[in-house]
């Protein structure tokens, strides 16, 4: 069983928007952050945004101002808004959940199969 199913990619113009979607399915255990990653080609995947417990949000500078991240914690679920996309923006976009420690440490990572977001026109 998948853990983390993502839905939402696809192809889309320069300047549109795109909302991705995440679910923790049931195998999945505690969490308590949630986050998107992404994956261009030749690139390192990296870190677009991520909501902890508390409202505790970041985001990803190339970002800021454009995305927006959500989480329903009881439901486990997890979006990514994304407004005023560029072929920046191009890339394989993996949903993310665990559960992190006070010290910083990360138990039970899951991830999702990812979903292709390409911007162009």
């Known amino acids: 069983q998948v853990p983390l199913v993502e839905s939402g990619g696809g192809l889309v113009q320069p300047g549109g928007s795109l909302r991705l979607s995440c679910a923790a399915s049931r195998g999945v255990g505690s969490i308590n952050i949630m986050a998107w990653y992404r994956q261009a080609p030749g690139k390192q995947r990296e870190l677009v945004a991520s909501d902890l417990d508390g409202g505790l949000r970041k985001y990803a500078d190339s970002v800021k101002g454009r995305f927006a991240i959500s989480r329903d914690a009881v439901k486990r679920t997890v979006d990514l808004q994304m407004n005023s996309l560029t072929s920046e923006d191009t890339a394989v976009y993996y949903c993310?959940?665990?559960?992190?420690?006070?010290?910083?440490?990360?138990?039970?990572?899951?991830w999702g199969q990812g979903t292709q977001v390409t911007v162009s026109s």
């Open positions: 993310y959940a665990a559960w992190l420690d006070v010290d910083g440490s990360t138990r039970f990572p899951y």
